[in-house]
Structures are given as structure tokens and as C-alpha cells.
Nanobody, 125 residues
Framework: QVQLVDAGGGLVQVGGSLRLSCAAS????????MGWYRQAPGKQREVVAT???????NYADFVKGRFTISRDNAKNTVYLQMNSLQPEDTAIYYC???????????????????WGQGTQVTVSS
């Protein structure tokens, strides 16, 4: 069993900052890509930022220069530092991870995708 727990959301004023975190736990062999997605009311879930196990990052155009994704592989944790927040950043933010799990009987390693439960970010004007 693998669980992703994301946290750090809240209510912030325009121009403010928040730092989200997402910790993975359970029977983890290793973690490949991790990322943050968001879903605003009435809209589809969209990618915000992703990071590989080696630290290569990609950002959606609407957050470039404002958000920074990072990870601590030793802690199986991914972070999202969000600065200069705007009302349009209001959404539920979800972390995602490609988790490699080794079957203890066959020793075969497979990759599964897991989502966090989501954390609400609200930016007030």
C-alpha cells in the first residue's frame, strides 16, 4: 500500500505565498516522476509542475517565474513553493507520483500512479 499525503494549502491574499508538501509512504521501491496538478471549480484538472527523479523540472506557462517545484528523494517528498499568488490560482492542488513497487514474491518491479487527497488553495483579492 502506498499513500500520498499533501498539505500546506490555505487562504492567502493576492501576492502572498504558500508552500505545499506531499509525502509518499508505504511499500515504495523508488519514485520516478512527481508533480503537482490543480483543479478549479468547473474546470478540468491541469498540470502545474513536474519533476523527475533526477531533478529536471517543467512548469505550466501560467506559473513560470512564480512557482518552484522541488523534491527530497530521501524523504519521498515533493514540494511546491508558490509566490505572487493570484485569484486565478485558487483551486484544489493535488500531488502525483509514479511509484515503483517490488512484488515480494516475484521480485518484479512495476510502476503505479498515485494521487494525493488534495489541498485547497484560496487566493483572495
Amino acid at each position: 500500500q502506498v499513500q500520498l499525503v499533501d498539505a500546506g494549502g490555505g487562504l492567502v491574499q493576492v501576492g502572498g505565498s504558500l508552500r505545499l508538501s506531499c509525502a509518499a509512504s508505504g511499500s515504495i521501491f523508488s519514485i520516478d516522476g512527481m508533480g503537482w496538478y490543480r483543479q478549479a471549480p468547473g474546470k478540468q484538472r491541469e498540470v502545474v509542475a513536474t519533476i523527475t527523479s533526477g531533478g529536471n523540472t517543467n512548469y505550466a506557462d501560467f506559473v513560470k517565474g512564480r512557482f518552484t517545484i522541488s523534491r527530497d528523494n530521501a524523504k519521498n517528498t515533493v514540494y511546491l513553493q508558490m509566490n505572487s499568488l493570484q485569484p486565478e490560482d485558487t483551486a484544489i492542488y493535488y500531488c502525483y507520483a509514479d511509484v515503483r513497487i517490488r512484488d515480494v514474491r516475484t521480485m518484479v518491479i512495476r510502476t503505479y500512479g498515485y494521487w494525493g487527497q488534495g489541498t485547497q488553495v484560496t487566493v483572495s483579492s
